[in-house]
């Protein structure tokens, strides 16, 4: 059973324009999110997180929105660069009923950016 | 630079071969990952380990094993590989377990 879904395997914006990855989770355990960001033959980086006692959080051109009510959780990245292209997980920690010592990933959204 | 060290970064093994990937990281972190990705599968969490001498299963344990004799190194093996673990490998690390990963660049290993 999927416990973190990222339901649009590709997504492709214009340069400029915004782009907005979604993820939904299933667990109301968990309480805290976290987006990674992942080029190709690299390893995955951190990119941005967000608290369950928060619905917002904004790092630059990146903003995170968090509705527990929906169990959904949304990536803004305002505006969108050529380099922003890469495939992006959601990951969630909590009590997944697996331990609280590990996070859980989605299947990652692949973005494009199109100059 | 500080991070997380994974060798070898390439390896094509025959079936039935056995082989160790190491993972080797600098920031004293307690708790180490090894997941691997497949496409469309996303990230998969093979074994873990909360600290030095302790390893646990993940959601696709089987066919691996691990250790973590040191606490700065986290080893998976292959006894006996099968063309299904063909796979690109992960390495991962984190002072406190659910927050802040460090991610090594990777193991692309191919069974033929």
């Known amino acids: 059973d999927q416990q973190v879904k990222q339901n649009s395997p590709s997504l492709s914006v214009q340069e400029g324009r915004i782009s907005i990855l979604n993820c939904d989770y299933t667990?109301?355990?968990?309480?805290?999110f976290l987006w990674y960001k992942k080029y190709p033959a690299e390893g995955p980086t951190f990119l941005i997180s967000?608290?369950?006692?928060?619905d917002k959080n904004e790092d630059g051109r990146f903003t995170v929105f968090l509705n527990k009510s929906a169990k959904h959780l949304s990536l803004h990245i305002v505006p969108s660069q050529p380099g922003d292209s890469a495939v992006y997980f959601c990951a969630a920690s909590g009590n997944s009923g697996a331990g609280s010592y590990q996070l859980t990933f989605g299947k990652g959204t692949k973005l494009s950016v199109i100059p | 630079n500080a991070g997380v060290t994974q060798t070898p970064k390439f390896r094509v093994l025959k079936t039935g071969q056995s082989m160790t990937l190491l993972c080797a990281q600098d920031m004293n972190h307690e708790y180490m990952y090894w997941y691997r990705q497949d496409p469309g599968m996303g990230l998969r969490l093979i074994h873990y380990s909360v600290g030095e001498g302790t390893t646990a299963k993940g959601e696709v344990p089987d066919g691996y094993n691990v250790s973590r004799l040191k606490k700065q190194n986290f080893l998976l093996g292959l006894e006996s590989a099968a063309p299904s673990q063909t796979s690109v490998y992960f390495c991962a690390s984190s002072q406190d377990g659910n927050y802040g990963y460090t991610f090594g660049s990777g193991t692309r290993l191919t069974v033929v």
């Open positions: 967000i608290s369950s006692i928060k």
């Open positions: 667990n109301s355990m968990f309480d805290y």
